[in-house]
């Protein structure tokens, strides 16, 4: 209660009283600023036959350290069948017992911390997947339905919140991405470099780099830099907005928040992904000219004459489908663990995990499903 | 606390930026008070408990505890002071990934050294205080908006804090769970000698357990009355006569 009582310590002793009573008396200072004994203690002696206890206080303060101590100790009891006198006890605490004991105990369980082994969590993680698929179909559907609204004018789109997001997505992304194109680029150069010197055919690092960077490797950086940086961003606004039943609020209105919310995110990637992605090709085109004509001695329009040469149209189309495919399926996983987000603050942190997680997974799977769809059709 | 003023306010003004809430507060809050912040909506209340618990400095004044110029003294004695305040906030801020039960815990484990029996003895005694016993076991977003408010209660409790300062603590309380509350901060004072500063609109608890309070006027920003309320609501400003007895006197 008081810290500036004076600082003797806690003092506990029993004494048998007639026949088979004990008297616990208790002095000294119980608060909480000390290490109060735990009443398990007393448990031998209280074994001992004993029928009725009664209790003898004289304290400088006590507080709920002390209430605690004498709680437990009547739960001790009352599994031993013993009969407790309370009114040793000062009335205070008498009091906020009696409080604490009129209120009805709920014998519900919550969901609580799982207890279960490793192999089993990864188990239930794997079935999760699984069990996952009709939920993603099912969103997927009401995507289609909602851009059909669109297209038959149902519905308008949101041309604000669609410039906010394009905005968000294109520009604000452009100095990652071009960062890590050149890289990428650079990479690409030396690599063939080193792999074409062996058959003295060096200007082939122009091919390689052109066609690579065009048809796979700018969609796919773009794509996974637009799935940390944006996708993430996605599930957690949307998440957020479940979590504060903003989303709720939609629904109660009869406002789809798809049309509301998951359009505009759609319609903004499927736009500035493919845009991103021949920003991409062009600047790890230009890394692999500046490498080559700097380091390997190969000149520069015979480099940009072998490049174009390497490119034609279908390379590009290529390109942008991929982009545009990427692009969806980022904008889809935001959007989808956004809005299966939980109720609080750590589902928006896993929200945001799964939506990079699973936009990576989806872009690697569309990426080989349509390496070996063009391969089939010769482009 | 054996000082005879645990707080005092002098000449205080809280603001945001630019833009004044309340000028030139000057109360005193008693040991063993049961103090009521009155005002309506926006007047300032929540954000003048924010510069009373040490979220918000404020532009101008001070506040006094036992004395002590909180926002003027060292750190070390900045947190001792914040150490013995129990704070209850308006929208309840437990800790999300916590349980009810370890919510009320870690503060327990932070600043005492009571064997882990003992803490869960406390935690179920306060739960069960809060009239949520068996309900340790579960986390925040599974309780009802009324739980959660008791639950906050519980932890702002946890440590047996020497003033309590709480935020609107009915507010969204079943009329029972409303009363309930207000005997238990009345038990609180009694037992513990647990001082006690609340925002509330409940009629009945401003008339019925508060013996002190203060009254902030959202217009002309600064505090219009002060007092016993239950004298306020016939010797009062007109303002405050009307908010007391809803418009209808
Ligand atoms: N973070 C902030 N920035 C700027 N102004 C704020 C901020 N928070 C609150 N305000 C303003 O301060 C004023 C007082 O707000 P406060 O939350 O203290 O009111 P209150 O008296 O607690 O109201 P209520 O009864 O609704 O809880 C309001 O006008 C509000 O607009
Ligand atoms: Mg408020």
């Keep these: 209660m008081s810290r500036d009582d004076n600082r003797e310590r806690w003092q506990l002793q029993t004494s048998r009283t007639g026949g088979n009573g004990l008297e616990v008396a208790f002095t000294g200072r119980w608060c909480m600023d000390q290490a109060l004994p735990f009443p398990d203690r007393l448990a031998a002696e209280l074994a001992d036959g004993i ?102 004018g149902k519905i308008r789109m949101r041309w604000g919140d669609l410039w906010w997001e394009v905005e968000e997505a294109g520009p604000r992304a452009l100095l990652i991405v071009s960062v890590i194109s050149f890289l990428v680029g650079l990479i690409l150069a030396y690599l063939g470099a080193d792999q074409l010197r062996m058959v003295g055919a060096q200007i082939f690092i122009a ?36 979590v504060n039943e903003e989303i709720d609020a939609f629904r109660t209105l009869g406002i789809s928040p798809i049309d509301f919310l998951v359009l505009p995110r759609m319609v903004a990637l499927i736009l500035m992904v493919p845009l991103l992605t021949l920003y991409a090709s062009f600047v790890g085109i230009l890394a692999g000219l500046l490498i080559s004509t700097t380091i390997f001695g190969i000149g520069l329009f015979e480099y940009y004459n072998q490049t ?64 070996v769809f063009f391969y089939q059709l010769g482009i | 606390m054996k000082a005879k003023h645990p707080l005092k306010i002098q000449n205080l003004t809280i603001a945001y930026g630019e833009k004044v809430i309340q000028r030139d507060l000057n109360f005193t ?119 959660k408010k008791r639950a906050s209660l519980a932890r702002a409790m946890a440590l047996d804090p020497d003033i309590l300062l709480i935020d609107e603590p009915s507010a969204g309380l079943d009329p029972l769970n409303a009363r309930h509350l207000d005997n238990l901060i009345l038990e609180l004072r009694e037992s513990l000698g647990t001082t006690i500063v609340l925002v509330t609109h409940e009629l009945p608890s401003i008339l019925g357990i508060c013996n002190n309070s203060v009254f902030l006027d959202a217009e002309t920003r600064t505090m219009i009355d002060s007092g016993n309320p239950k004298e306020a609501v016939h010797s009062g400003d007109p303002k405050v006569r009307t908010f007391l007895t809803r418009g209808e006197a």
């Design chain 2, 29 to 147: 809050v008693n040991t063993g008070d049961i103090f009521v912040i009155i005002g309506g909506n926006g007047s300032g209340k929540s954000t003048l408990m924010r510069s009373l618990v040490g979220l918000q400095p404020p532009t101008q004044g001070t506040v006094l505890y036992e004395g002590l110029d909180f926002w003027n003294v060292d750190h070390a004695e900045h947190e001792r002071i914040k150490r013995r305040l129990g704070v209850m906030f308006q929208g309840g801020a437990l800790w999300s990934s916590l349980t009810l039960a370890e919510n009320l815990a870690l503060p327990l484990n932070q600043y005492t050294d009571l064997s882990p029996g003992l803490v869960d003895e406390i935690v179920s005694l306060k739960l069960a205080l809060v009239g949520l016993a068996g309900y340790g076991d579960f986390y925040p977003a599974e309780l009802s908006g009324g739980m």
């Design chain 1, 207 to 242: 091919d390689l780099v052109a066609i690579g960077m065009v048809r796979e490797v700018g969609a796919l950086m773009t794509g996974v830099i637009i799935a940390g940086r944006t996708g993430s961003a996605f599930a957690a606004k949307l998440g957020t907005m479940q």
């Design chain 1, 51 to 152: 029928d009725r206890l009664t209790f003898k206080t004289d304290l400088s303060s006590w507080d709920s350290g002390f209430l605690a101590f004498i709680s437990r100790l009547l739960k001790l009891c009352e599994e031993r069948k013993i009969r407790v006198e309370r009114e040793g006890l000062p009335e205070g605490v008498r009091q906020l017992l009696a409080m604490a004991e009129a209120a009805p105990v709920q014998k519900l369980a919550g969901t609580g911390q799982s207890d279960e082994s490793l192999l089993f969590r990864m188990g239930s993680a794997m079935l999760a997947v699984f069990r996952d698929g009709p939920a993603m179909l099912g969103f997927l559907g009401e995507i289609i339905i909602s851009f059909s609204r669109l297209a038959t």
């Design chain 1, 308 to 371: 174009v040469a390497a490119l034609d149209l279908s390379h590009f189309m290529v390109g942008l489908v991929k982009g545009t495919v990427y692009g969806s399926v980022v904008a889809y996983s935001g959007c989808l663990r956004g809005m299966q987000c939980g109720r609080n603050a750590t589902a928006v942190g896993e929200a945001a995990t799964s939506a990079v997680v699973t936009g990576i997974l989806l872009i690697t799977i569309s990426a080989s499903v349509l390496t």
